[in-house]
């Protein structure tokens, strides 16, 4: 079987690196030939596959999903990605066609309906429903009015932005519901968008990572140590974490770190240099080894997200990299997550789960809910494009 598989961009989320991971697995697979179509900016650092067929783009990597989309969305670098995309398909003639992240559903349908080959979509996050996190920092998924997004966007963006953006989302909401098939990558995110959309969904965790002994095995810190890792932003829950933060370095000898990028980096540089140094510690963005390391040799890590996440990566490299981690009872986190390691995110109730933890962590060890191993996924995957081409097949005689 031939699969294109095509991503906005490779890095920028968690959703960019979990369709990056899919992809480097499906490839691995017997009787599998994987063509991945992307684009990357100037200063992208991810490692290049060797089956990337990536279109350059010569700007910074944007920071905010607005940024994001206002530079893919142009329509210079829109046609030169669908031009990049047909000719990539065309010299690989897939069987199927994978749309991993939200604009590449675009070139997925062009492509596919040329080819007469079937569109399978991800839904990786809530993007169909909006293109900011602010409407569900309460912790639902609902769908907006015209003026309630719009009064969203209007909070960061200047008005003809904001109109635009109203008007993008939802025509690639209508290309969505024009797909054979889409996944959902948890039964929260299928249950919060199966309403607005035709074509069957189904749910597919993302998948674990298989870490080497060496990075699995590094000795933890002397001190303990609690580690906030992802994007510094509201949606995250980065202030009400520096908040419990505060109250912990208070009550016992703990160490805090910090990994990650956005738009509070500032509350963390303050944050370090009120503690100073030998208590807090800003690590900044890292990636792969850096980062693998910093979370291997960490006791426990932070996950107070107040947007409801689907199916977080970090939470699963945390777990995989055999550190425990704790996260906020919201979303797809309640799926991922054994109860007990689940807490309201308000500050006391991080401060509490953090003691318990340290009080006893012989009864918080890694552990995720779900089979996440590499081979489980991408079996069920392999099923969907098997059904889905039977179907097309059976549509087309």
Known sequence: ???????????????????????????????????????????????????????????????????????????????????????????????????????????????????????????????????????????????????????NY?????????????????????????????????????????????????????????????????????????LYCGRLSVAKGFPIFLDAAEILLQEMDVEIHIAGGGDLDTLALRFVRKHGEKKAFFHGFLWDAKFHDLVAQSHLTVHPSLSPEPCPLSVIKSVNLGTTAIASNRG???ELLPSKYLFEPTPAEIRNKILQFFDRPQDFPPSLSPDLKGDSITRQLLSVYEEVARSRFQSLS
Request: hydrophobic fraction near 40%; charge should be positive; proline fraction near 5%.
């Open 154 to 226: 209007l909070q960061t963006e200047k008005p003809y932005q904001a109109l635009l953006g109203l008007g993008f989302r939802r025509s690639i909401l209508a290309f969505y519901n024009r797909c054979d098939h889409i996944i959902a990558v948890s039964n929260f995110a299928r249950n919060s968008v199966s309403n607005l959309l035709r074509p069957p969904v189904s749910v597919l965790y993302n998948a674990g990572y298989n870490f080497a002994k060496s990075e699995t095995r590094k000795k933890k810190s002397d001190h303990p140590t609690v």
């Open 332 to 334: 797809g986190l309640r």
């Open 1 to 151: 079987m031939k699969v294109l598989m095509i991503s906005d961009t490779v890095e920028f989320s968690g959703a960019e690196e979990a369709t990056l991971n899919l992809a480097n697995l499906l490839s691995k697979q017997e009787d599998v030939d994987v063509q991945l179509c992307s684009t990357r900016f100037r200063d992208s650092k991810v490692q290049r596959l060797p089956f990337e067929r990536s279109l350059y783009i010569d700007e910074q990597k944007p920071k905010r999903i607005e940024e994001l989309y206002r530079s893919l969305a142009h329509p210079r670098n829109l046609l030169r990605m669908l031009s990049h995309c047909q000719n990539v398909a065309r010299d690989f003639r897939p069987d199927v066609v994978h749309s991993g992240i939200f604009l590449s559903v675009v070139p997925s349908l062009v492509i596919a309906r040329r080819l007469k080959v079937p569109v399978v979509a991800h839904l990786h996050d809530y993007r169909i429903l909006s293109l900011t996190d602010l409407p569900f920092l309460s912790g639902s998924v609902f769908v907006q009015s015209y003026m309630s997004e719009l009064a």
